[in-house]
């Protein structure tokens, strides 16, 4: 098949074109680069089944020739922002990088015929709901991040568009996810902070924030393992959660890279308060029977992932 | 209290601005006039305490100058496109004049710190749930209209803007509103057919679609009501669904029509199948418990509103 991977040079996407030309597919990636990052796809760049455009797609004419020329079969939309805590700051960049992706993606999607979607949606969907163990049909979405606000109407323009327009769409509420090519969240930033200072370590809140977190490696598998499978079903949307069955405290995060690292003598900083910055979800937790059902199960606990993206960071530079 | 009320040119619109005028409140009221009519405002336009300013709320600059002019309290957010059938064509109208106003307008909340809206939400969030009591805790909101889609984006935007910026929001989910001021849709479309030809008479789908038609008087009672009470509330965010217990068929609607303007021979022309036209709802019943126990209740059941619309149209001139 020949795929698109939009945001295809961010962490995910990385990652998910690695195992799709392992697996034969044709690769179109279009990225602009925001947050994605070429060092991640030189490696890609020599291979004749990959083609790289730089740009925004929430420039439809720019996308609308892509689609115009490609010829596509699938697309992995998976261009966003994607770094919460930064948008918490400046929603616009949801409202163009998170939501207009999407809607411009749609819309080429019905223009040019293409019928099938994967969506990278997330967990920040449900909002704060702490105490409940949330499934896909838990009511009540209430997003308390722009990031999430514009996940939520992203699922629900593919929910029309789907009806619309007759398409297939599989889509995925991530948890953390974590691994090789990751570019922020709370590992990158302990590991900068304890390479400026191996003896003191700033925590924000109280360190019990306390979240599932899945290897990208594991994540990319369930994305092949289900990528067709919506085509047997009568739904035109199937969702799923999609996660580990356990969770990571920020303190135990701390722990384990200290280990790592080999420092014995850092001192904890907490900031104090049970939630991190405004706009995160200090705790959930995942009901996966719909997805462990449909026969997938993540291979790495929440802390093996943890220790692995560790690993890996240590073992590669970080500026 | 100084309010704006956007898309105040519009059906709804014009109805709430009547009733807030009345209360004594200073209305300041945008429309690009898309849908709206200043024919509607023309009576308010001499009365001091209401101002009027043409223009494109999703064009920031202007719509922070008003704000900035204009010292706001409260925000009565009724800007979209309320024409589904249209939009079923052409999706870019609820990306722009649903959503994107939604987005701007609460940006602008959040740069001028004005902290109350109440937004016009719609039972098209649900999708087509047939045979589902449809409560404000129904989970799985799949929209099948691109209108829908749009709105339900608005109430996650609206659930993140509250959160991480203290507002307080007052949300109706709409059923179909009809009244004096009404711009489009069935009874409209049906007049003007008769108007044409007063003995045969094409009705879309099968004539059985079936839904509860709210006044529109009822409807502003409600917001008016209801304006305020979210202060009270921990809750930064409080939803209705608002509307009446009985509904009423396309074709009865027809029947109706046929009796007030005393047309007796009038040959059904029906196109058949149960949905009239793609990305339509033929059938839905809202749970009103929660809006009813707060206090509320319609004076007029489904097909009064509808005898009580017609017979407005038909007192007025209609092109």
């Known amino acids: 098949m020949k795929v698109l991977v939009a945001g295809g040079a961010g962490f995910i996407g990385t990652n998910l074109i690695e195992e799709l030309l392992r697996e034969g597919h044709q690769v179109v990636c279009i990225d602009n680069l925001s947050l994605g990052n070429t060092n991640n796809l030189s490696v890609l760049m020599e291979n004749p089944a990959f083609i790289f455009y730089e740009g925004d797609i929430c420039d439809r004419n720019f996308l609308a020739n892509i689609f115009e020329k490609e010829n596509l079969d699938y697309v992995f939309h998976l261009a966003a922002n994607s ?62 991040s722009y990031y999430g606000a514009a996940k939520l109407g992203s699922e629900a323009l593919i929910s029309a568009f789907s009806y619309m327009n007759d398409l297939k769409a599989l889509i995925f509420r991530f948890p953390n996810v974590i691994g090789p090519h990751l570019t922020h969240g709370v590992i990158f930033d302990f590991i900068k902070k304890l390479n400026c200072d191996p003896e003191n370590l700033e925590i924000l809140g109280d360190g019990n924030q306390t979240k599932p977190y899945i290897y990208v490696k594991d994540l990319v598998k369930a994305i092949l393992k289900f990528m067709n499978s919506v085509e047997e079903k009568k739904e035109n949307v199937i969702l799923y959660n999609i996660g580990v069955n356990t969770a990571t405290s920020v303190k135990r995060i701390a722990d384990i890279l200290c280990e790592e690292m080999g420092l014995t003598n850092v001192r904890y900083h907490f900031t104090g308060g049970p939630v991190g910055w405004k706009g995160d979800v200090p705790r959930f937790l995942y009901c996966l029977d719909k997805v ?9 606990e929440s802390d093996e992932a943890v220790r692995k993206t560790i690993q890996n960071i240590l073992a590669t530079k970080i500026d």
Request: contains cysteine; glycine residues 6%; aromatic residues 12%.
């Open 292 to 300: 462990h059902n449909a026969g997938w199960c993540a291979e790495y």
């Open 83 to 144: 770094d919460i805590r930064a948008s918490a700051q400046n929603p616009d960049v949801e409202y163009k990088n998170t939501y207009t992706t999407t809607y411009q993606i749609l819309s080429c999607m019905k223009e040019y015929g293409v019928k099938k979607i994967f969506f990278a949606s997330t967990s920040a969907v449900y909002g704060n709901k702490l105490g409940v163990l949330l499934d896909e049909n838990t009511p009540k979405l209430e997003p308390v």
